[in-house]
């Protein structure tokens, strides 16, 4: 229950970003004697790029012994489509690193302001 608590916490704090909210998909890879090759996919704090985001997420674990699941929390960096995430499974106990897709959006420029010239 306290780990639940815990991920119920973390992911709170990623609700104060302002930004729109990005999606990742990837690979992860869970440290420990139960852990291992995964897929993942993430919700992040934010879509802009080269930026570091917080993420809440799900992961399965379909190449051990039998099929596992989990339910992470981390923090990472994302650049122009590709994001890097260090996390920890609050179901399995482990801690793991993700890489893949985000689907970022750069800044847009600011308006550009066209004044006449005096007549």
């Not at 996919?41 to 799900?58: D, F, H, P, Q, W």
């Not at 929390?73 to 994302?78: E, L």
């Not at 996390?87 to 970022?104: A, E, R």
Request: aromatic share 10%; hydrophobic share 45%.
């Amino acid at each position: 229950m306290k780990k639940i608590l815990a991920a119920v916490l973390l992911s709170s704090a990623c609700g104060v970003a302002t930004a729109e909210v990005g999606f990742f998909a990837g690979i992860t890879y869970a440290f420990g004697d139960s852990g291992g090759l995964g897929l993942t996919v993430k919700a992040l704090s934010s879509r802009e790029e080269n930026k570091g985001v917080a993420a809440l997420g799900a992961t399965v674990y379909p190449f051990g012994e039998k099929v596992r699941y989990g339910i992470d929390v981390g923090a990472g960096y994302q650049g122009v489509n590709v994001g890097g995430i260090a996390s920890y499974d609050v179901l399995n106990n482990l801690f793991g690193v993700s890489g893949g897709y985000v689907n970022t959006k750069g800044s847009e420029p600011a308006p550009v302001v066209i004044v006449p010239p005096p007549a």
